[in-house]
């Protein structure tokens, strides 16, 4: 991907490839079905807290975007000091709490909270609790942590129908103060009917590997700075003349036309981490079908790597997108290219699973040196691919006698097994798809502040070369 203004980093630390400790084998767990009911906002939700005024800690009620509030021992805060996004958040002191004063009529899933230790107050621990048609209130999930001054999110399964009320409730750290944002409510059951993104097959975006860092905007939706779970506005409200502005992330463009063809779009918030096989995880990889993981920017640990692996080698559909060489955009000594071969090369399920690696090359060129013939990703439901442009990206290069496809090529180069631009492969029951450029994703809207550009307009191949690799990962094509 082109960027400017960028920072270089120093050059690229060696790939470590020494044998790391071995994970327990995972559980031999399918991706979600193709077909089922997509998770759905509650009214209201998300909770930012960004109406109403309350500047004392003294108990009192507030009407937020999403209803009134009570809030004990607890101001709304919009200091340098209060860990937001947009203007304020809601912050805690001693054991006060925040208490919904309405219901959630549609129930509740899965419940986000995003929180963070106010300036530089010491750690302390929170919980979230629930009442279910006015009966006693009762502990979800288990007692969280705050420690760092930047907000992250817990996910707690509340899975009660009915009229549902939510509470947090501080129960440690004294005067330490805590501040809560963004907080999402799933309506029980996934909601379902109304407009797109009721069904389908259900999509995961990456955003815990560092995807927003530097000048990039990797995800389908970013709000302050954040990545929240489900886009937002919510996806319902997504019909055939919807624009991709209706989400704000660089890869909006390609999660809407998503919701148009009836699937569901969710966001893998940074702060969580990447799981398959663990129940107690409302986004563990076995509740999707497709992971699409746009330029990474953090080593995946081991657990995590076994965990993509294992996904697909059960029938997970995994999208990569890598960038050129030295594009480390957070300065942690790697990038894309390095972490991508780290993960193919370093984990515990197999080494080389999917049959190519990702060169340390940076090219910029468009190229109509595509396969010919029949092949779903490049003809396909959504149309015939025949350019790709590069806008510094890597070559590929397939290993010798593996089940990796070359797709697409360099302009000059000979059909073979490098100078690859996009290439597809599989393993075990699952599919994988890679381009080693985010340029051609890249919708042109994100961040404020941020430099993107229009590449999925770019070319018309673009769009179609992403959204049939996307059909042909979810096994729709």
Known sequence: MRFFPRLWAAPLLALAVSCAQHDSPQPQLAPAAATGTAAVSSAGFPEGFETGTKTAYTVGS?????????????????????????????????????????????????????????????????????????????????????????????????????????????????????????????????????????????????????????????????????????????????????????????????????????????????????????????????????????????????????????????????FMISDHNISDRNNDGYDSPAIWNDLMTNNSVQANPFGFSIDLTNISETTSNVLTGSNPILNGTQGVVTQLKYSNGATITKTAGSAATPLIWRSTSAQGSTNIMCASSTYGTGRVVVVADSSPADDGTGSPGNTVYPGWTELASHARLHMNASLWLAKQQ
């Open 62 to 318: 507030v009407t937020l975007g999403s209803g009134s509030w009570t809030l004990d021992d607890a101001l709304l805060g919009n200091t340098t000091a209060d860990a937001k996004t947009g203007a304020q958040s809601a912050r805690i002191r001693n054991v006060g709490s925040l208490a919904m004063n309405f219901d959630a009529t549609t129930g509740a899933g899965v419940v986000t909270v995003a929180h963070a230790v106010y300036g530089t107050d010491g750690s302390s621990t929170w919980e979230l609790w629930a009442n279910t048609n006015g009966g006693a209130y009762a502990k979800v999930g288990s007692t969280v942590s705050t420690s760092s001054s930047t907000l992250s999110t817990a996910s707690f399964t509340v899975n009660l129908s009915g009229n549902v009320r939510l509470q947090v409730r501080k129960t440690s750290g004294g005067t330490n103060r805590i501040n809560i944002d963004n907080i999402t409510v799933e309506q029980y059951g996934g909601g379902g009917g109304g407009g797109g993104g009721t069904a389908g097959t259900k999509f995961l975006f990456d955003a815990s590997h560092a995807e927003l860092a530097g000048n990039a905007d990797w995800a389908p939706d970013v709000d302050g700075g954040l990545t929240p779970r489900f886009p937002t506005p919510a996806a319902s409200g997504i019909t055939a003349s919807t624009s991709e502005t209706y989400w704000s992330g660089a890869l909006s463009a390609w999660g809407v036309a998503l919701v148009k063809l009836g699937n569901s779009v969710e966001t893998l918030p940074a702060g969580t981490a990447i799981t398959y096989g663990n129940a107690s995880n409302p986004q563990d990889l076995a509740n999707y079908s497709v992971f699409v993981i746009d330029e990474p920017n953090t080593l995946f640990s081991a657990s995590e790597k076994a965990a993509i692996v294992n996904f697909v080698k059960n029938g997970g559909g995994l």
